[in-house]
């Protein structure tokens, strides 16, 4: 993912850059290492002035330094990924196709129906220099993020970024609602010395009063969360963006052998293999699965395949083994969903590069109380740093027949099993399993330096055990067997599949099914 930002100022006072913190800047830099650059628009007679950064990780193309600027003084910033709807070619850059179609609209019609199009996550900023208008916003699921921050004075800062730093109490940051896009006349703005959003949100349907209601239900969520100083109005032509779904089913059929309940609320439902042999024997729903793999499959293929592959590049971090890198990494427990995705994936990698397979595990935290009582008595220091999965962490004194390794969680023997049956799929690929050890001290400095961070301004449970994997995963160090001996090893990959993209692959099947 790319990090993107802008703050807008509409007065002259203080410096723009005041408003952009070093904590900001230095976040943004590590999700886009490969390119970062600024970029100051003034616009002295009308009293506004934006501040552009990008920082590039590269995965398409050529490398596109962003922000991207034209001979008419737009702006562009993008972080996202297309997968259809709009033709990337094999070597083109997607931030520059993007930005090219966007010179071409000449209305707001025309940029909603061009994001109407996309399939893909996205999040941007696009500034239009003619009409002094900024246009921002994510795609219709929210998987790029993007956040913004609404200074406590009427005329003072707003800034929009892919990541905050800390945030001080009453001037908090907040996601930007993924109900539509965003635009804000700066020209009319910088008159009246304070901010106004006028919002383009998502429809399902195309009836006028569905619309009407759409506009009202949307305008109402939004509105709470934003300061009083800051106004939103639905844009006056009742404009909307087309959803890439259809309202979701509630309650599903009942089917011969299938559970009782035609809802979802018997959560005592037991279903037998007998079950979904006898689910599968009914042609039309048979069909019905083929079709669902072969979109899943074509999902994974457009993912893998349209990243940029250098072939001069070759694994360094153990050079007796393939000498190509691995492009792809699946964030792989070894269930059922990372079993999918890695066996689909394997159908379209080249044959010859290998598939990292990245498989977290939290050390046992009777086993980590263990270690730390151990610890202090030898007066040792507490180690940071990946821990060898073949450490002990049992007493010294204990019998070697009682050993149990710190990191055998259920999510590490379902991956070596998971391995194995791959293997087996096929033996001709090199499958790295990276075992990544994460120790409690490491988790617990991590989360406090990194990750909490990252995911704010979520902060349940959920999003900190997910965000926590995720993150460990992405960093990409571990260790991997080679010829029997564990080395350290850290993974090149810049593409991580996990189930969580299967929202991306939602894009794919609702255009594959506009298709058929």
Known sequence: MCGICCVVTLCSQPAIRDFL????LCYLRRRGPDSSQELIKTVSDLSYECLFSGHVLHLRGLVTPQPLEDASNNVFLWNGEIFSGLHVGNLENDTEVMFHHLALCSSEMDILSLFSSLQGPWSFIYYEAPRHSLWFGRDYFGRRSLLWQFSSEVDSAFCLTSVSGSSESGNQWQEVPASGIFKIDLKACAAAKSLSL???????????????????????????????????????????????????NKTVSRASGACPSSNFSNINCMVSVETLQGFLAEEHKKKLACQFIDVLNEAVKRRVLCLFRDLDQITREVPSMSRKRAHIAVLFSGGIDSMVLAALADKHVPLEEPIDLLNV????????????????????????????????????????????????????????????ELE??????????????VTLEELKKMRKERVNYLIYPRGTVLDDSIGCAI???????????????????????????????LLGILDIVFASQKMA
């Open 21 to 24: 913190s070093e904590d900001i």
């Open 198 to 248: 006028t919002l383009f949100p998502w429809k399902f349907s195309c009836r006028e009063k569905a619309v009407e209601e759409t506009c009202i239900n949307v305008l109402d969520q939004v509105s709470k969360d934003l300061p009083n100083h800051v106004h939103l109005m639905v844009n006056e032509s009742k404009l909307c963006l087309r959803a890439p779904v259809i309202p979701l």
């Open 361 to 420: 595990a939290f050390m046992k935290k009777e086993q980590a109380k263990h270690r730390g009582s151990i610890k202090r008595h030898t007066g040792g220091e507490v180690q940071l740093d990946l821990l060898d999965p073949q450490e002990s962490c049992q007493d010294p004194a204990a019998d070697t027949s009682t050993h149990l390794s710190c990191f055998d969680v259920p999510d590490r023997i379902t991956g070596r099993a998971g391995l194995k």
């Open 424 to 437: 087996a799929i096929n033996p001709s690929r090199t499958w790295n399993f990276v075992e990544i050890n």
């Open 471 to 501: 993150w460990f995963a992405s960093r990409g160090e571990g260790f991997i067997s080679n010829q029997g001996e564990l080395q350290p090893y850290k993974s090149p990959a810049k593409e991580l599949e996990q189930m969580s993209s």
